[in-house]
């Protein structure tokens, strides 16, 4: 290999490092202290970059923001899709995905997530549009593609797979996001807790839904 070529790598490398870091050091500043503490002086001392370096990469503050955003959201979609195969069980599928989205919902981060929008979101209209779109939005559809599917092998008798969808998610989170968004409370389930709100949500959509 040249030496040319070597360089170059190298630099790909660099650029990438230095482009992980960014993204990490938002997230971190993120999840620890909020929105308002996203400045750009705060992200470029913990990842150790510079200003010119965050405008090439992403843009500006808010592109970077949007960014990290839409790269978990995309992780956290990939896990839940890979429960909504159409060719499983018709209860297995969504007690997988019901189980992995709960888990999600309550977890460190998610919960964090949740009450910084909920404390902090009016404050950033924009990107708060392009994360609804990108988590919650796109969690609905995905269970709403998967419906209809279903609706198309005749498993499942719905008229609206969007609504149902919706309906679905709103029984499978029942009152624990009112525990979430307060933070004062403790959201705390435990795995025998978790089993038994994923299986009434998932029992009692199925029974509404399956052909009589």
Not at 113 to 128: D, Q, W, Y
Request: charge should be neutral; include cysteine; aromatic fraction near 6%.
């Amino acid at each position: 290999m040249s030496l040319q070529r070597s360089k170059k790598y190298t630099q790909e490398e660099r650029s990438l490092a230095r482009r992980r870091a960014f993204l990490d050091a938002t997230w971190s500043i993120l999840i620890e202290q909020g929105f308002s503490a996203l400045t750009l002086d705060a992200i470029i001392e913990r990842s150790g970059g510079s200003r010119t370096t965050v405008y090439e990469e992403f843009g500006s503050k808010k592109g970077l923001i949007e960014t990290v955003l839409a790269e978990h959201c995309e992780l956290f979609a990939d896990e839940l899709l890979i429960s909504l195969d159409p060719h499983r069980p018709l209860e297995e599928a969504l007690t997988g995905f019901c189980n992995k989205l709960l888990h999600g919902i309550i977890s460190t981060e998610g919960v964090r997530i949740i009450r910084l929008i909920a404390a902090e979101g009016h404050k950033f209209p924009s990107i708060m549009e392009k994360f609804d779109a990108l988590g919650p939005d796109r969690t609905r559809r995905m269970l709403a593609d998967y419906l209809q599917k279903q609706i198309h092998m005749n498993r499942l008798t719905l008229t609206d797979p969007s609504r149902a969808a919706e309906m679905l998610m709103a029984m499978l989170q029942g009152q624990i996001m009112s525990y979430l968004i307060n933070p004062d409370s403790l959201v705390t389930l435990t795995e025998d807790e978790i089993r038994k709100q994923v299986q009434g949500a998932v029992t009692l959509f199925l029974n509404g839904a399956r052909p009589r």
